[in-house]
């Protein structure tokens, strides 16, 4: 069974960077033609899809994010990454990461339980 | 963008009874390899989302089967035959033809 798990700071200041890792279990991020994505939720609101990164490497982005946003692979400890530079209070949300079919970027079979991050002035 | 407008935003529901919740695409959803591109999530209280439906009508695995998914082009439904109290939470849609992945606002669902 396919395991993600979210971690990183609970507590970023603005025009900091936010940095979260997600940690893989059950399944090589590397191997079998996976996209890794992340998406996040402000409490009490809506989802939104951040991005995604595939076992080659290649990412995409979603435009209202991609000038400070990027996803990395860590193949040699099985997690994948997010860094969001210059955050403002609007990036407070819980953030999730997610696996999506083979050769598929959705649906999200696999879900991490989430981390909230909370962007202090 | 792909706007997903889902409704009711609320729908209190009496265990046992039939609840559907509608979701309506701004752009057809239908790709040319025949295949739908709409995923239905539930995401229950202080839980991560959890996949139910995804490529229009597909349950995902260990989903039961009062869980259904319909539609075509930019309207679709998703129907419970009979809900139970296991059922509360705020369902989504979401859009996967194009990117960025877009998803409905939610529908939340009560017990009256």
């Known amino acids: 069974q396919v395991q993600l798990l979210e971690s990183g700071p609970g507590l970023v200041k603005s025009s900091q960077t936010l940095s979260l890792m997600c940690s893989v279990s059950?399944?090589?991020?590397?191997?079998?033609?996976?996209?890794w994505s992340w998406v996040r939720q402000v409490p009490g609101k809506g989802l939104e899809w951040i991005g995604f990164?595939?076992?080659?490497?290649?990412?995409q982005y979603n435009p209202s994010l991609k000038s400070r946003l990027s996803i990395l692979l860590d193949t040699s400890t099985n997690q994948f990454s997010l860094h969001l530079t210059s955050v403002t209070a609007a990036d407070t949300a819980v953030y999730y990461c997610?696996?999506?079919?083979?050769?598929?970027?959705?649906?999200?079979?696999?879900w991490g339980r989430g981390a909230l991050v909370t962007v202090s002035s | 963008d792909i706007v997903m407008t889902q409704s009711p935003l609320s729908l209190p529901v009496t265990p046992g009874e039939p609840a559907s919740i509608s979701c309506r695409s701004s752009?057809?959803?239908?790709?040319?390899?025949?295949?739908?591109?709409l995923d239905w999530y539930l995401q229950k209280p202080g839980q991560s989302p959890q996949l139910l439906i995804y490529?229009?009508?597909n349950r995902a695995s260990g989903v039961p089967d009062r869980f259904s998914g319909s539609g075509s082009g930019t309207d679709f439904t998703l129907r419970i035959s009979r809900v139970e109290a296991e059922d509360v939470g705020v369902y989504f849609c979401?859009?996967?033809?194009?990117?960025?992945?877009?998803f409905g606002g939610g529908t939340k669902v009560e017990i009256k």
């Open positions: 997610a696996r999506g079919g083979l050769q598929q970027v959705s649906p999200f079979f696999f």
């Open positions: 059950g399944a090589s991020i590397s191997g079998g033609g996976y996209y």
């Open positions: 990164i595939y076992h080659t490497g290649t990412t």
């Open positions: 752009q057809s959803l239908l790709h040319t390899n025949g295949y739908i591109y």
């Open positions: 490529l229009g009508s």
């Open positions: 979401m859009q996967g033809l194009h990117a960025p992945l877009t």
